[in-house]
């Protein structure tokens, strides 16, 4: 008798319908059904964190092996330029989210964008944030505490801002804060430009420590790295960037050397996972990739339409390895994405 699905014959066996062949036919294409699901999760898997991929099917056993060529990855590059027409006072990232406040700010708030098309999503407003003429140069997420913080130049403050947008806080720092950066410990760094100073506050701004730093006029930005010590940039009459002690006192310093000696006007900092610190040298219009000894520092070409302008804000996404360039209201405003950017040891970026 023939087969309803397959039409091949066949007789019944003497043991019954359980002695029977199974039909290929279907088992092939609930298989194929199967591997074509398990393929195109796994293609977004892969797709996600930029691998080059070789894949082979094994059909025996119902069985897949997968082969990832882990020892590739893409060569980094520009792939999104946002264009805000206004200055960037500071970026930050928080999960699938990229943060942006305007520098001056304005009274829409901290504009989020999603971090895959990078579409503006909505506007987070800071009820205690003054209008238009506030500067904030400085915006810094915590993921252990999921907020975000905000200084407020001229009101000598600092907010915390749910990323829900209700129950801001504010609290007093040390005049003109300028940069922030949130520690290993989750806990807030904040920069005082006038008098020299940094803060180290908790979450809900208790003043944990404050450490006056000796001989350096304004400094902008600072990170804490696990040796305690700090990476700090002045822009003072004696522009340089320099490796602070936990007493405050400076270590050592970097002006610029032999060819690199043009000057230097430190802006944004961040550290990757080797430990390499780039600095946005915004008199240059470049970015520096130095080591924590800061003997020596070496270019990082990005290649973006016109070129770097006045680079001021720097964000390093390390899960994602996304470097984040954020410009001044000179430059027109620009926020500059970098992807596939594993550590800072490359010394060109195509757009």
């Known amino acids: 008798m023939p087969c309803p699905l397959c039409r091949k014959e066949f007789t019944i066996p003497d043991d019954g319908l359980s002695g029977t062949q199974k039909n290929f036919f279907v088992e092939k294409q609930i298989h194929e059904k199967q591997l074509s699901a398990l393929e195109e999760v796994f293609q977004k898997v892969v797709s996600r964190d930029k691998l080059k ?60 964008y999603d971090a895959e098309t990078f579409t503006l999503q909505r506007r987070i407003p800071v009820p205690y944030l003054s209008n238009y003429y506030s500067y904030t140069y400085a915006l810094a997420a915590c993921p252990h505490n999921n907020c975000l913080y905000a200084s407020e130049y001229h009101k000598d403050s600092v907010h915390r801002v749910e990323l829900s ?17 949130v520690n290993s410990e989750h806990n807030l760094l904040v920069v005082g430009e006038d008098p020299s100073m940094l803060q180290i506050f908790t979450t809900h701004g208790t003043l944990l420590q404050s450490i006056q730093l000796q001989y350096i006029g304004r400094p902008h930005y600072a990170v804490q790295l696990p040796t305690g010590q700090f990476l700090v940039s002045a822009c003072g009459s004696l522009q340089r960037f320099c490796l602070v002690g936990v007493d405050g006192e400076e270590v050592r310093s970097y002006r610029g050397h032999g060819r690199q000696y043009r000057g230097i006007s430190p802006g944004g900092i961040a550290v990757d996972r080797e430990g390499r610190v780039l600095v946005a040298d915004r008199l240059n219009n470049r970015l520096l990739v130095m080591d924590q000894s800061l003997s020596s520092a070496h270019e990082m070409s990005v290649r973006v339409d016109g070129g770097l302008k ?15 360039i954020g410009e001044s209201k000179w430059a027109g405003g620009r926020v500059i994405v970098i992807d596939n950017l594993k550590d800072f040891s490359a010394a060109q970026v195509n757009a």
């Open 53 to 112: 991929v070789a894949i082979r099917w094994k059909t025996t056993n119902d069985a897949v092996d997968i082969h990832v060529d882990s020892n590739y990855s893409r060569p980094p590059k520009v792939i999104h330029v946002i264009t805000m027409g206004v200055g960037i006072g500071g970026l930050t990232s928080l999960g699938d989210h990229v943060f942006v406040i305007p520098y001056p700010y304005n009274h829409w708030g901290i504009e989020v």
């Open 165 to 181: 947008g209700s129950n801001a806080v504010k609290w007093s720092v040390a005049r003109r804060p300028v940069g922030l950066s």
């Open 310 to 324: 006045d680079p001021r804000s720097l964000w390093y996404d390390q899960s994602r390895r996304r470097l984040y």
